[in-house]
């Protein structure tokens, strides 16, 4: 049985969000809307410490609690269907999954559709990685992203390896959209049982996101990428989301070309669940493994933990 914070936190997701973002079809609203659910949700960490950062064109923000990070650095690209997602409602988790894996924890601050769309957002994520990657000093290299942002963290991975970029240590997505073309199962299958995402709401934000263009593409569909000389990747996702086929058929694919993949499904979470980290055990347990996992791959091998 799930814990009870974690019971009131779902219940919430069904009968609030779930519903809100439904109807609500102004991304200027449903970004207000984000910003007030991570006043009243967010707990926001200990010490927290929140440092401008220009990477490329766009400001980023380097989000500590006041604790020795210096093991690497995380890149971390937000989700929100494209379409919303902010600082406010993310410091606390980018935090949380830095403090756990000892590595600088950045927030990408890309740009959004409609305003911006598609590849406006992944070629932000591409010159971010590039400025990181000139800085030796913010080495060891790791990714990670949510939703809309596993899915521009994915075809930035697949985008890295075709250019022969400095390759992530390791990369870590949570309940990844990876097929915009739309058509996997869990969409159909799952859309009552998920207790967060409506599905008019993901499609909306899609279709924002491409304005047109052709989704059977890597860059849009990171499911269609070359991932061949990939580091390790972990995938979370739950059973009953919507997009669990977009999770579990992306591991499928890495595999298939020889990536070191390591996918762990939940059952009865709502999507993206690692939101809740300081306010519910599930979060927390999460985020740990999360954290163990990037640590893993840049602590020194002595250090190593994760297995």
């Known amino acids: 049985m799930r814990s009870l914070p974690q019971r009131i936190a779902t219940l919430n997701a069904r009968l609030v969000q779930k519903p809100l973002l439904a109807v609500v079809r102004s991304p200027q609203i449903l970004r207000r809307l984000f910003t007030l659910n991570a006043v ?36 971390y690209i937000h989700g929100g269907a494209f379409v919303m997602g ?46 990181l990657s000139d800085n030796p000093d913010y080495g060891p290299l790791t990714l990670a992203g949510d939703s ?8 930035l991975l697949q985008r890295i390896v075709a250019k022969g970029l400095t390759l992530p240590a390791a990369v870590a997505v949570m309940s990844p959209v990876t097929d915009l073309r739309m058509k996997n199962p869990s969409l159909a299958i799952n859309r009552r049982s998920d207790p967060l995402v409506s599905t008019r709401w993901g499609a909306r934000g899609v279709a924002a996101y491409l304005a047109g263009t052709d989704p059977a593409q890597p860059d849009a569909s990171p ?13 979370h996702a739950d059973t009953t989301e919507v997009l669990f086929d977009d999770a579990r058929l992306m591991a499928d694919h890495l595999r298939a070309q020889g990536v070191d993949v390591t996918f762990h499904a939940q059952t009865g979470l709502p999507h993206v669940w690692h939101m809740g980290v300081g306010r519910t055990p599930e979060a927390d347990a999460s985020v740990a493994e999360i954290g163990t996992f990037l640590a893993s791959h840049t602590l020194p091998r ?5 297995t």
């Open 40 to 75: 009243l949700n967010a707990r926001t960490p200990a010490g927290l410490t929140l440092t401008p950062l220009q990477l490329g064109t766009r400001r980023c923000t380097l989000c500590g609690t006041g604790q020795a990070q210096d093991h690497g650095t995380l890149l």
């Open 86 to 131: 902010n600082l406010r409602g993310y410091r606390h988790l980018i935090a949380a999954i830095g403090k756990a894996a000892g590595l600088r924890a950045v927030f990408l601050n890309y740009r959004m559709a409609p305003e911006h769309p598609f590849p406006a957002a992944l070629d932000d994520a591409e010159a971010a990685w590039r400025a």
């Open 148 to 155: 809309a942002g596993g899915n521009i963290a994915l075809a």
């Open 223 to 235: 499911i269609l990428g070359d991932f061949t000389g990939a580091p390790p990747v972990l995938i």
């Open 302 to 306: 002595a250090k190593r933990q994760y």
